[in-house]
């Protein structure tokens, strides 16, 4: 089973940026599309940014233009750089296998964005 290690969160305030990574275990992350989730307190996960097959990515309409998901498979990391963070943005962030999640999920980074 792959193992999702997320990190990079922290408390920032409106404007600026953080730069989020996960790093998974076993070689399968290499061939599977990725992407990011967020929940936010009292709302469902939601899908943030896919990077599928052939670069093609998909972005949530609340963070297009701002966010950009990118992967280097040498290390089994994904990135997502969050730049013009809005309180909104504030969550905990996961990556998953996309747009089929995988069963196991990892334990999240919290993003705070103060106004």
């Known amino acids: 089973q792959v193992q999702l290690v997320e990190s990079g969160g922290g408390l920032v305030q409106a404007g600026g940026s953080l730069r989020l990574s996960c790093t998974a275990s076993?070689?399968?992350?290499?061939?599977?599309?990725m992407g990011w989730y967020r929940q936010a307190p009292g709302k469902q996960r939601e899908l943030v940014a896919g990077l599928g097959s052939g670069g093609i990515t998909n972005y949530a309409d609340s963070v297009k233009g701002r966010f950009t998901i990118s992967r280097d498979n040498a290390k089994n990391t994904v990135y997502l750089q969050m730049n013009s963070l809005k309180p909104e943005d504030t969550a905990i962030y996961y990556c998953?296998?996309?747009?089929?999640?995988?069963?196991?999920w990892g334990k999240g980074t919290l993003v705070t964005v103060s106004s």
């Open positions: 998953n296998a996309y747009p089929t999640v995988w069963a196991g």
């Open positions: 076993g070689s399968i992350f290499s061939i599977n599309a």
